[in-house]
């Protein structure tokens, strides 16, 4: 009775950490899920295939980074592209090259894993 007890504890406490871990990874909004997934089968194809690599891609992306660290690295490479010194306010700080580092990391670990 007390190791069915115990097994079964185990078990609600293993799901709980699902949850939590799952809740952590869909912290991006579907909007901003939907937004990478249609940008990536522009670049893929627009396939079946591609749809569901893409969609395996933004999931990778999102278990490894924050979705705070991911806006902030797609605003820095956004406004790196302006010409002219507002755009070289974007393109030197190191805080802005170690956030498009980190993004650049996951996209390739999303590569590795899902095409």
Known sequence: MLRSLGAVAGIGFALVLAVAAQAQTNDYPTEARADYVFACMKTHGDTQVALRQCSCSIDVIA??????????????????????????????PEPAKEAVKNLRQAQAEAEVRCF
Not at 65 to 90: E, I, K, N
Request: cysteine-free.
């Open 63 to 92: 278990t490894l980074l924050s979705y705070d660290r991911y806006v902030a690295a797609q605003t820095v490479l956004s406004l790196a592209q302006v010409p002219g010194r507002f755009g070289a306010m974007f393109r030197s």
